[in-house]
């Protein structure tokens, strides 16, 4: 039998997680948009080619949008 300190704990361990999922995914979010525009402002250079970079950001955009979306549905729309 849980008492009623594992069940406030274990309800704060779940509120965490999901803003953890929320928060990576704006830093994936961000790396993408760097990955794409960085060689066009003028924050660096990288070793392969321009159109390669645009994929690999537009990977981590939308896996960055993955993780929001899926952290924002647990934080607010899963209430048991």
Do not use: D
């Not at 849980?2 to 997680?17: A, G, L, V, W």
């Not at 979010?29 to 690999?56: C, D, N, Y």
Request: without cysteine; proline residues 2%.
């Amino acid at each position: 039998m849980e008492t009623h300190e594992e069940q406030t704990s274990r309800r704060q361990e779940n509120r965490y997680r999901p803003m953890g999922e929320l928060i990576r995914g704006i830093f994936f979010i961000l790396f993408g948009l760097f990955a794409i525009f960085a060689e066009t402002l003028g924050f660096g250079e990288f070793r392969i080619s321009p159109q390669m970079m645009s994929i690999v950001g537009a990977v981590l955009i939308v896996y960055g949008l993955f993780r929001v979306y899926n952290g924002v549905r647990k934080l607010f729309f899963n209430r048991n």
